[in-house]
């Protein structure tokens, strides 16, 4: 394993009780089982015997709030950078499971146009290219040490797939990128590797609710 490795966490589960897509809406910040889970990460870096040099997150709050037991865990300030943000999406604020779920009205369906973009957000071309702009910036200006980056389901996965090489297109429902997961990255010469992945909090995972994001 190398010295320095860039670890991507996921926040835990948000306070969601009306099953909204809440993308980038204020005021979704995590539940309690989610603080659970931000601590099962922070936890799980700690005892990894690493240490931890930089800690960086999106803005939004529940990534904030999943970075603050790891900077306890390590010392360290949050560094907050908003090219590891949820995307935007056109389907914020609407319900994304049930009978209600915007997915199953037609009003809805012609914002399906295009799923290579995709036509009801952010490109994911745009959302892998300003991820690695991120983890570039800080793997060059970290000298030693791990850095640990709070972010969200879609911009990690999307650092995933583009590092791989695959497609950029998928199901959203086929992501393996669980609430409070890691998956860890080296940068060798020029090119990136996934080198880990790890799910500290899946006892925890059967009692959560997943539906914020698309």
Avoid at 47 to 64: C, F, H, K, W, Y
Wanted: proline letters at 7%; a neutral charge; aromatic letters at 8%.
């Amino acid at each position: 394993m190398s010295d320095k490795l860039l670890h991507l966490v996921r926040h835990g589960e948000v306070h969601n009780p009306e099953g909204v897509l809440y993308g980038r809406l204020p005021g979704y910040r995590l539940s309690e089982l989610g603080h659970r889970m931000a601590e099962a990460a922070a936890l799980e870096l700690a005892g990894s015997d690493r240490a931890v040099a930089r800690l960086i997150a999106s803005p939004l709050e529940r990534a904030q709030q999943s970075a603050r037991p790891i900077a306890s865990a390590f010392s360290l300030e949050i560094v907050t950078d908003e090219r590891i943000i949820e995307p935007t999406n056109s389907f914020e604020g609407l319900k994304g499971s049930g009978p209600d779920s915007a997915f199953k009205k037609p009003r809805y369906w012609h914002r399906y146009w295009n799923p290579l973009r995709p036509s009801w957000g952010e490109p994911y071309r745009s959302i892998a290219a300003r991820v690695r702009e991120a983890m570039d910036a800080a793997w060059n200006s970290t000298r030693e040490g791990d850095i640990v980056m709070v972010s969200h389901q879609s911009p990690i996965w999307m650092a995933h797939l583009d590092i791989a090489g695959k497609p950029l297109f998928h199901n959203p429902a086929s992501r393996r990128c669980e609430l409070s997961s890691i998956t860890s990255f080296e940068k060798r010469g020029e090119r990136w590797f996934e080198v880990d992945y790890r799910t500290p909090a899946a006892a925890l995972l059967a009692e959560a609710t997943d539906v914020g994001a698309v």
